[in-house]
């Protein structure tokens, strides 16, 4: 997707109050459809998710304080932010002392509205810029939720593209927040933009994409699909892809998975500024996979870290606070990453005895006319040597310090010859 | 114990004149018998012990150097260091260049006296000032010293607390050193302290503290307790504790026994200087514990480390050179150590599929008024994802980096749920 | 042998045009033979070796360009490096433009002849200084080559040295480079100084000394001694052995070999500045023994490393490059790595229990008089400790800090006793 298409779609579902539950989520995933052919599954209220359970789905159609003169002075309909997600309806006149314990701001961004929710005790809220509560003058309030929270569904999409094998690569991006935009439509449009590319490539793996709810929708995801946990081999959680901060990634919990070494060959290659965090049981969905029972490869990639930026979970993560170029950035590095997966292979030198003579095979004239002839040359004997079954092509470019695409190049005219077959 | 009854301990202890046999080494036992109810052995001279004998037992009532004028010029009563420990007996007349070769002093430090000993080679000889030697003039000097070495026993102290559990933490400490305080009148106090604190409390290790004189006392308690050694699961042992130095901690040959990594989170969370020195095959009765045919998890734990401060094996290290307060802190951090020996576990997820929803349990309730909420709630996520039968929880809090007793905490609130329950 | 005697066979293996076969190398190793006793082997042409086949034999006999007048103006009789190396025949004339193409020079160092070969792909040239070839003018040049490209033999030698054990220690240099010093008359003097002074000693291992033409020569041996490569334990290539340059250590492919901890051990010791470089797999002959189907632990030896110095395959690497002192160098920190293999053992301590007891087997006495008294008391139970049959005296020295030599010297006095046998 060009930058355009990316803001376009971002613009698109930036209105849109999500939830862990409701129409919000189910809007967003049909605007997706537009796109990628998402599939999207309905699961029950009440249905058992591991330790969980399903939650009642919340929808709200208005909500608001009006002062005694019948001014709104707290509007859902000026920004979705205002209402604590998962508010319980509520009708009523309160005075200001009485209103006030339901009344969220934030005095360190006292001109932001914060993200507060309440999905698990049950709660009734708004929030604003706390400048705008010191201006309310003492007064009867009147005080509408017009929400409902039933029996229902929990939504998610979901996008299976089948590969040449089995094994699988799971993106998962969450769905829940309302009106913001680094956190997270930057991880919903980059999916998106993502699993568009990728639909028109030959695949060696099957990709998975999931856009689900925080916590509960990953949780109800695995639920469901524990027989077939065993295919993912490798997989990230994406979010805040739109910032101008460098790339960050958190490791799995085990470390040094596949994708941990991927990913960060990839990141050094960039020869920009980048971050790797060891794995904590705290972030996003990335703790669900990476949970004890589970311990699926799974890491983290975000620009900013959740909570590192002003912006983070208020109002002022707007469409003007990530840029077209960023999330553009972002996208091709999860490119990059992808083909990295595809490429990367372990092969057998088939002449393992001695160097072989690589001049009888011409692979010093289909080299010449390369300005990368001296480093093509040196990737050639680095597969050569160490292509004995126990070194993937990633490890040999960590050990060569060569890039990874001069190591798969060497190792694709290698496998051209007798010299070099795929061993796994 | 206070400062004031370790300080009056080691009063007491002063005046004595140990040996590694001798009356000395049974009167310091039963002054210890008087706040512990420690069980003294006598091994008799002779005895085998692995590659050593347990040698005669030497005593000593009197010894002298007079000049002409029958004026004593060295005299053991004025302070027992002036004997070369172990003295043989000997009564003769000699002129001052026959007596030089017997007299030791220490020209680096001139106003001190030195410690000096021959438990294995037959001989006999003095210590003084250097100062005071270049005063002896030519002279025939009487030299008396009543001492026995005969046939007799080596004496040692032993206290067993029994546990819940058989596994056993041994606590080895030397009592063969004359009136000098930091070495080891200090070990002795805080370990006779320590065995006291722990009298008291319900333990879960069974606790061995062992009063040996230095290297042929642990030597032969190793000897005569083979059969019992595979209890011993972890180990210290324990001198120079009353100095003004930041702790020591000297590992096990191992490196990596739970002990080692104990000691250092505990060490690394008092937040002030600290030394952590690998395993080398000298220093006090650690080696014995961690020769290569023993291989116990024996540390060493000291503020100083011998042979590192002036006064070491010196008169001055003497009663003003420990303070109180810095035996009070040693024995704190041995509670401190202890306190972790008996409340590391290792966990186990019972939910371990995903993350349990800690809401429902009222784990965030029971820690809402807790100053420490964030720290402790992060701690639970730790203590669940890590809880897989592999990490104790020290290991966890090392993983965390948050407070040992923050992770105990965390873990002991899940224990009381259906979340976790104890390992081993 | 003495730095004289080292020169003076530089100095009569100068003049001579090797190459990779030919007289060249068979006068090299007839030289030899008046110092060591070398077996020259001969391989036909045409014989496979692994995935190469030996080629043809090169030999010359003159080469020149001489200019309409006569004269010569590039006569391989004044610097063999004038000639490409394994140039074909030719007897032709031609214009400088049509010469040109065949012309080989450096304009980095345009004074100096470089040094080029075409080995493997049929072509003849001459290589000159930039600054003369700027200096031909307009003109018919005769060009001759008498050179011969014939099916014969591919020549090299072979010391083997039995010793009292199978195990064998392997050392490589390269004899295929012409008339230059450092790279590699250094290389084939120094092995043939370090082969004489092992000839006169008792040796556990067997040493066998391999001068082999560069690649094709060493590819050529391992195809023909597959069957007893296994009884190589450690091995060195050795080259770049005269220069100013301090040593430099190329690890095996392992990377952790006994001859890495060896050489690393080594070099530590001598104080001065060295470099330990990983695997890469270019370089000289180690690549063969390194590839993944020999895997053999031999590692590579060098002062400058090839490529790093100004004269580097230049006229400039000739007599007055090299130094006697650095050859002598060189040879005496080769003799102490033959030392140390030959001395460094895994020994079992046969009183493992606790510390023996030095004093009565006199080990106290036997180093009274030794000025280097409290490290060999510190080595001897350093030794003791650590000698369980896991450790070899390297690791002991390793992990002690101590010199080899002094940890060696503990061993063996303790193996005079009953408290130390060699375990393997």
Same mark, same amino acid.
């Given at each position: ?286 703790? &669900? ?36 170029? &960023? ?98």
């Amino acid at each position: 997707m060009s930058d355009e298409m990316m803001m376009r779609l971002m613009g698109d579902l930036f209105p849109i109050c999500r939830s862990i539950t409701g129409e919000g989520v189910r809007k967003t995933l049909r605007i997706l459809q537009a796109h990628i052919p998402l599939i999207i599954h309905e699961v029950p209220s009440g249905t058992s998710v591991f330790d969980w359970t399903v939650p009642n789905e919340w929808n709200i159609r208005d909500a608001f304080v009006s002062n005694s003169k019948g001014e709104r002075v707290i509007d859902f309909h000026k920004h979705n932010l205002h209402i604590l997600n998962y508010s319980t309806p509520v009708h009523t006149r309160l005075n200001l002392a009485e209103l006030k314990p339901h009344l969220y701001t934030s005095t360190e961004h006292p001109d932001w509205i914060p993200y507060r929710t309440s999905y698990y005790s049950p709660n009734w809220g708004f929030c604003l810029a706390h400048n705008d509560l010191l201006k309310l003058p003492e007064d009867t309030y009147e005080v509408v939720i017009d929400s409902t929270l039933e029996p229902g569904f929990l939504t998610y999409g979901e996008l299976s593209l089948p590969g040449e094998t089995e094994d699988e690569v799971i993106i998962s991006t969450h769905v829940c927040h309302p009106s913001m935009c680094n956190d997270n439509l930057s991880g919903i449009v980059v999916a998106t933009a993502l699993a568009r590319m990728l639909l028109d490539k030959p695949r060696r793996h099957s990709y998975r994409f999931i856009f689900v709810p925080g916590t509960i929708g990953s949780i109800t995801w695995l639920a469901r699909n524990q027989d077939s946990l065993y295919k993912i081999r490798h997989g990230l959680v994406i979010s805040n892809l739109g910032d101008a901060a460098g790339f960050t990634y958190k490791r799995t919990r085990a470390g040094n998975a596949v994708i941990d070494r991927l990913v960060e060959q990839a990141l050094a290659e960039t020869g920009t500024e980048y971050r790797v965090l060891d794995f904590v049981p705290y972030g996003y969905d990335e703790r &669900q996979f990476n949970s004890p029972g589970i311990q699926l490869p799974v890491g983290a990639f975000w620009r900013s870290q959740h909570g590192t930026y002003n912006q983070y979970h208020t109002s002022a993560d707007d469409l003007t606070f990530v840029q077209p170029h &960023q999330l553009q950035e972002s996208l091709q590095m999860l490119a990059t990453i992808t083909d990295i997966l595809e490429t990367n292979r372990t092969y057998l030198n088939l002449k393992p005895m001695g160097e072989p003579q690589l001049g009888k095979r011409g692979l010093y004239q289909s080299i010449a006319g390369d300005s990368n002839h001296a480093t093509l040359q040196s990737a050639l004997l680095w597969v050569l040597n160490f292509s004995d079954g126990t070194h993937d092509l990633l490890a040999i470019a960590s050990k060569s310090k060569l890039p990874f695409r001069t190591i798969a190049q060497a190792a694709q005219l290698l496998a051209k010859t007798d010299l070099l077959k795929i061993h796994s």
